[in-house]
């Protein structure tokens, strides 16, 4: 069974440029969430998806959004990017919400703005 | 804030059991304890999760106290291959799967 896939897994882009990631969760799982990961910050909550819906989001400001497709298929678009914004982005798959659903991650993208 | 308090890092003989500690003091009866290790530069990998019994898979086992306040993680035979941080979860039931992860645990798996 295929695991979490994220596409592009390296990226370069300029500041002031947006970009957009993908995300396809594991067959079956509806739930898909997003996480931000940087040295200085760590581990940090997006925001997450389930039946196209986003369900939660983090304390990240509106350049940050996201979508789920029919499919559970998931992106994620950053827009007027800064050099903060380099870091690795991390999707996560589950059945679904529920807490004793196990949660999947990805490779993660590494995005770099320079 | 955090839900969690873990030892920032650890250090464990290779072939040795390694015993990662967490404290989850204020956990509620419904709440999971989960725990991911995350090797550099690759994606968090899940390794167990418990609600209130100790639970064993094939690459740990986890002990959760009678009153759910703290859990240990036990890696039985080390390699070299474990040295990861170790994140130990508090996941809440109402936010789906929002996690706060915390700092974690550094372990190195030493020859």
């Known amino acids: 069974k295929a695991g979490v896939t994220q596409t592009p897994r390296y990226l370069i882009k300029t500041r002031g440029q947006q970009v957009t990631l993908s995300c396809s969760p594991i067959s079956g799982h509806r739930s898909v969430s997003w996480y931000q990961q940087t040295p200085g910050q760590g581990l940090q909550f997006l925001f997450e998806?389930?039946?196209?819906?986003?369900?939660n989001k983090g304390n990240f400001p509106g350049r940050f959004s996201g979508r789920q497709f029919s499919n559970s298929r998931s992106e994620m678009n950053v827009s007027t990017l800064e050099l903060g914004d380099s870091a690795l982005y991390l999707c996560?798959?589950?059945?679904?919400?529920?807490?004793?659903?196990?949660?999947?991650f990805g490779e993660g993208s590494w995005l770099t703005v320079v | 804030d955090a839900k969690t308090t873990q030892p920032t890092s650890m250090d464990c003989a290779e072939g040795r059991a390694a015993n990662l500690p967490c404290n989850h003091s204020t956990i509620s009866g419904n709440e999971y304890v989960y725990w991911y290790r995350q090797i550099h530069s690759q994606g968090p990998q899940y390794i167990i999760h418990?609600?209130?019994n100790n639970e064993t898979n094939e690459m740990a086992s986890l002990i959760i106290t009678e009153d759910r306040k703290s859990s240990t993680l036990i890696l039985p035979h080390a390699t070299l291959r474990d040295t990861a941080v170790y994140y130990c979860i508090v996941r809440q039931t109402n936010t789906g799967n929002q996690f706060y992860f915390g700092t974690g645990t550094s372990l190195t798996v030493i020859p």
């Open positions: 418990g609600l209130k």
């Open positions: 998806y389930f039946s196209e819906t986003q369900r």
């Open positions: 996560a798959s589950s059945l679904g919400p529920m807490a004793g659903n196990t949660i999947y």
